[in-house]
């Protein structure tokens, strides 16, 4: 998508950190993280969110869940524990639309946090 943030990101026009990356995935650190640890995932392909799934193979949907179990391995997290949190629509408050896992950890979370 032309004007989408996270497709700008994926085709390296917006810089991000990089923390992980597959044939169907992309991670990377939030800008503003809300833990010690926070990490955005997305498909390579665009949906808007969890209700575009239609728009993504049942693969590409498994991988985005293998990629947030793999960024909280590497960043330290998958032991002591995290959260993964998809926010979808307005009343989430998701503010860019193209589909994001959320992945929170490295301190003790609290129950509203992302
Ligand atoms: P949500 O509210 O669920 O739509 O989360 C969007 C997240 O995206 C939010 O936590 C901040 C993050 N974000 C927004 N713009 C950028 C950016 O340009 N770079 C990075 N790394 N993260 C961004």
Redesign the pocket.
Same mark, same amino acid.
């Given at each position: 998508m032309e004007n989408c943030?996270f497709c700008r &990101?994926l085709r390296g026009e917006?810089p /991000?950190a990089k923390v992980y990356e597959d044939e169907f995935t992309y991670a990377?650190?939030? &800008?503003?993280p809300m833990a010690a640890v926070h990490c955005?995932v997305i498909p390579k392909t665009h949906v808007d969110s969890l209700n575009g799934l239609d728009g993504l193979t049942d693969r590409q949907l498994a991988a985005c869940l293998h990629a947030c179990r793999e960024v909280a391995r590497l960043e330290g997290v998958d032991k002591s524990g995290y959260r993964v949190v998809s926010?979808c629509g307005d009343d989430a408050?998701? /503010?860019?639309h193209h589909l994001?896992f959320?992945v929170l950890g490295g301190q003790k979370m609290h129950e509203a946090m992302a």
């Open positions: 943030l &990101i917006i /991000s990377f650190r939030d &800008i503003n955005l926010n408050c998701q /503010s860019v994001h959320h």
